[in-house]
């Protein structure tokens, strides 16, 4: 089966072409950084009117690199939720023409789910039932996979999630946008030990998140500093709200691997590229006994392949999705069905 993906939730336009037997064979991102980073963030309406203008020729590009036609395709894909509407109605509507056009069956997809199963594009992918952090600008979360579809939810950020608290952090220390990635190389200039922040609820059972305090600390303390801050003084502040922020998604997965009794962890979503983040889940999995899986870094940030990849593994199990449009702003990843095969 081959699947055509759709994905606009946010401010990045990808395609993707994803076959059952062939693997990922070619997919093309189109990110609106530049655009935005004027504003200092994203602005939906320019972001809706973007993905008009990009879509459809990044169709043709990834159907010109995969050299195949029309009839070859066998269903297409498209992110449903959550996301900004407007951009998600540009990609469903896009996406279910063509399914019409084409006379194929059209699969709404779980922009989460999506990422969650990003891993399984990579050469050895991990085996189900695993522990999963999704954590990006809109979500931190951690779930218990125990197949394509049958998900529990362990633990959420109650406030802002990591990467949202990355960027605002980012902002305060008058980084440029997108401030995370910056935030994170700026990081890396750091003086450890300068500063120290809290990592917020690890003094305390269960598996929920929130970093809106540890924002707090930060503003105090760049407000105590009471004077221009130096590219040394964002570098000290910077390593040290990340290492806040690691060590606290450490915790809460060694506290999920326990509780599930698992041996394998999925990291998905725009913060799992980050190399800290990384290189100490690496070390504290090992430590356990247990394997951590992340998606090659271009598949970190939203793209077309997760949405391939996840609407095939639905299409092929027989399911497509009803003639009304059905968009979601917000979706929890756990009203999700198992694909009946």
């Known amino acids: 089966m081959l699947v055509l993906g759709v994905e606009s939730s946010c401010d990045e336009t990808g ?31 320019l972001a809706s009117r973007d993905h008009v203008r990009r879509l459809l020729p990044l169709v043709r590009e990834v159907m010109a690199d995969a050299g195949v036609a029309r009839s070859d395709i066998s269903g297409v894909a498209y992110t449903a939720g959550p996301g900004l509407l407007g951009a998600l109605m540009v990609g469903a509507m896009a996406a279910r023409s063509m399914a019409f056009a084409w006379g ?36 931190t979360q951690l779930i218990k996979v125990e197949a394509v579809g049958r998900y529990e939810l362990l633990g959420e950020s109650l406030d802002d999630a990591a ?53 707090t600390a930060v503003r105090q303390a760049v407000q105590a500093m009471d004077k221009e801050l130096t590219r ?26 326990d509780a599930t009794g698992y041996k394998t962890l999925v990291v998905a979503g725009g913060v799992s590229a980050n190399l800290a983040l990384r290189a100490a889940l690496e070390e504290a999995t090992t ?55």
């Open 163 to 215: 990467g949202e608290a990355f960027d605002k952090t980012a902002k305060l220390l008058g980084l440029p946008y997108p401030g995370g990635p910056e935030l994170a190389a700026l990081a890396t200039e750091g003086v450890e030990g300068r500063f120290k922040f809290p990592s917020p609820m690890v003094d305390r059972p269960g598996m929920d998140f929130s970093f809106s305090g540890l924002k």
């Open 15 to 45: 395609v993707a072409l994803y076959d059952t037997e062939r693997g990922l064979l070619a997919h093309r991102l189109y990110s609106q950084v530049k655009m935005h980073a004027e504003y200092g963030g994203v602005v939906p309406e």
């Open 287 to 341: 430590a356990r006994g247990a394997r951590v899986y992340y998606p090659a870094l271009s598949f970190c940030t939203d793209n077309g392949a997760m949405i391939a990849y996840a609407g095939a593994q639905r299409l092929q199990a027989g399911e497509s999705s009803a003639s009304a449009v059905q968009l979601k702003a917000r979706w929890p990843l756990t009203e999700l069905r198992v694909p009946q095969a």
């Open 104 to 139: 194929v069956p059209a699969l709404a997809v779980h922009h989460m789910e999506g990422h969650l199963l990003a891993p399984m594009l990579e050469p050895q992918p991990p085996e189900f039932p695993f522990v999963a952090l999704l954590v990006s600008g809109g979500h």
């Open 232 to 257: 040394q003084d964002k570098a000290d502040v910077s390593l040290a709200f990340q290492t806040a922020v690691v060590r606290t998604l450490v915790i809460k997965c060694k506290r999920a691997l």
